[in-house]
């Protein structure tokens, strides 16, 4: 296996995804248990501080976990997309394998 013959995908591209659709940053680095994941702990926590949160609080406050957990899949996928990203461009450069 040589380092050109499976490139990441770009992490903008990633960032980009996370962004408009929570999981499918995950999706992309193939990772798509963990992206499911913090989908469910999304939807979770987005219920939970719903219901519990008080009546005068603001609609963000209402989904605060869920948000919460939103914005953590997103700098996880593109986290995640760097490092493959350095991976193989450190492999290309060095003409090493990874194992």
Sequence with gaps: MTPTSQRPVNPYLVLAAAILLPGTGQVLNRQ??????????????GGFTLKTAAADVSLVGKFAGGIFVYAMAVFDA??????????????????????
């Excluded at 798509?32 to 926590?45: A, E, H, N, S, Y």
């Excluded at 593109?78 to 990874?98: L, N, P």
Aim: glycine share 6%.
């Design 32 to 45: 798509p248990v963990r992206g499911l994941t913090f989908l469910f702990f999304m939807l979770l926590l």
């Design 78 to 99: 593109y986290k995640h997309a760097r490092i493959r990203a350095e991976i193989w461009r450190y492999a290309a450069k060095t003409g090493c394998a990874r194992a």
